[in-house]
């Protein structure tokens, strides 16, 4: 297997997991951070200690709070910052990134403002670029465990996503490779505005049958967004669709849905982010969301329910109410359409 020479920016949890399958795998790792403190205490404890406390990184991971340093001669890029902040790291660091380097998108979100997509931000921020996105059920915590977990690495050209499922698979993480970035990049968002949900309603107490709702007519409402941006249905049946769904949605690992239960509880929006203490994607993407059903006039009802509990104030109960006396429907009405995204080369 050839071995490769990968940065990866961010180190909070999935930066450093994906470091620890990496340099498993016999690649060179570094691992870019902000944050002096953190790099010296990874270099005197080799743990992480604010992100994944119990994970013992291997030597070999080298950690780098100089970026021009962890950028050099860097063959693949990966970019595991929180969305909102990717572009300014972009744009401070242009000049930096090799130009023959693959860059994979592993973050999981959507623009605010712009309602861009990762793979938009960078085209528009660095030019253009090999890409590849990585998506999928996978909880930091579980994979720097080794635990078994799967996950799709989407690029327009077969190659590069090949490229990415070597790199990343073993014996406990196994990859599949999908044409559709679109589809996976939006999937890998849009789940975590339904995952917040979720713990909204588990925070509650409402039950199982109201998540399993929220799931099921939650995955339509993604699907619906996703085909009329151009995206597979086949792709929100898969990993980074319905797969990550279900894993947020119903762990306690999820920062989405344990934010979501501390708003169903009653706390404030930024009690909950204070309470979690690590980026909860879902609160600016359901706004990001909440734009893209408009400009694509189609009905989201599940994410506008979510904006406005979120951003409006409302009662959760007002809202769930609302969602439940809407006009009634028939299942088989909605059309979303098959759609099949082919690679280019
Ligand atoms: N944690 C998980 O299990 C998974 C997370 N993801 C996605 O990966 C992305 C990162 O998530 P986590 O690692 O969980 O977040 P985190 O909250 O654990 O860590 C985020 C890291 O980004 C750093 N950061 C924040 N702003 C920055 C900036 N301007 N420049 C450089 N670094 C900055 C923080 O200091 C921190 O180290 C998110 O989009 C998330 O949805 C995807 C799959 C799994
Ligand atoms: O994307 C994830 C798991 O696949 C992580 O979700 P959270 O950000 O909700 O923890």
């Known amino acids: 297997m050839n071995s490769y020479?990968?940065?990866?920016?961010?180190?909070?949890?999935?930066?450093?997991?994906?470091?620890?399958?990496?340099?498993?795998?016999?690649?060179n790792v570094k691992l870019w951070m902000r944050n002096e403190d953190q790099k010296e205490n990874i270099l005197k404890n080799r743990v992480n200690h604010a992100y994944l406390p119990d994970v013992l990184l291997s030597e070999k991971i080298c950690p780098e709070t100089n970026i021009k340093k962890a950028l050099k001669n860097a063959e693949v890029i990966i970019i595991a910052i929180p969305t909102q902040q990717i572009r300014e790291v972009l744009r401070e660091n242009k000049s930096l990134f090799p130009e023959n380097a693959l860059i994979?998108?592993?973050?999981?979100?959507?623009?605010?403002?712009?309602?861009?997509?990762?793979?938009?931000?960078?085209?528009?921020?660095?030019?253009?670029?090999?890409?590849?996105?990585?998506?999928?059920?996978?909880?930091?915590e579980e994979v720097?465990?080794?635990?078994?977990?799967?996950?799709?690495?989407?690029?327009?050209?077969?190659?590069?996503a090949e490229k990415a499922q070597n790199m990343l698979m073993n014996e406990y993480l196994r990859v599949y490779t999908n044409p559709d970035v679109t589809g996976v990049e939006?999937?890998?968002a849009l789940k975590n505005v339904i995952a917040f949900g979720a713990g909204v309603i588990d925070g509650i107490g409402y039950g199982d049958n109201a998540k399993?709702?929220?799931?099921?007519?939650?995955?339509?409402?993604?699907?619906?967004?996703?085909?009329v941006m151009g995206s597979s249905l086949n792709t929100f049946a898969g990993l980074s669709g319905i797969g990550d769904l279900i894993v947020t949605c119903t762990s306690m690992h999820s920062r989405n849905r344990?934010?979501?239960i501390l708003v169903g509880q009653g706390k404030s929006m930024n009690e909950a982010l204070e309470e979690v203490g690590m980026v909860v994607e879902g609160v600016s993407t359901a706004q990001a969301v909440y734009e893209l059903g408009k400009k694509y006039q189609i009905d989201l009802p599940i994410t506008s329910a979510i904006y406005q509990v979120l951003?409006?104030?409302?009662?959760?109960?007002?809202?769930?109410?609302?969602?439940?006396?809407?006009?009634?429907?028939?299942?088989?009405?909605?059309?979303?359409?098959?759609?099949?995204?082919?690679?280019?080369?």
Not at 9 to 15: E, M, Q, T, V, Y
Not at 145 to 155: H, R
Not at 315 to 328: D, F, G, I, Q, Y
């Open 212 to 227: 399993a709702a929220l799931m099921t007519r939650g995955i339509t409402e993604m699907a619906r967004l996703g085909s």
């Open 5 to 27: 020479q990968v940065t990866i920016l961010g180190a909070g949890s999935w930066g450093t997991a994906l470091a620890t399958v990496l340099n498993k795998n016999g690649h």
């Open 311 to 345: 951003y409006e104030n409302k009662n959760v109960e007002e809202a769930v109410l609302h969602l439940m006396t809407r006009s009634k429907k028939n299942e088989m009405e909605e059309i979303v359409e098959y759609r099949p995204v082919e690679w280019d080369v």
């Open 144 to 160: 720097a465990m080794k635990l078994p977990t799967t996950l799709v690495a989407a690029s327009s050209r077969r190659i590069l």
């Open 186 to 188: 939006l999937a890998g």
């Open 104 to 140: 994979i998108n592993v973050s999981k979100g959507i623009e605010k403002n712009t309602y861009f997509t990762i793979s938009q931000i960078i085209k528009e921020e660095l030019g253009s670029y090999d890409f590849c996105v990585v998506s999928g059920p996978s909880h930091a």
């Open 258 to 260: 344990r934010a979501g």
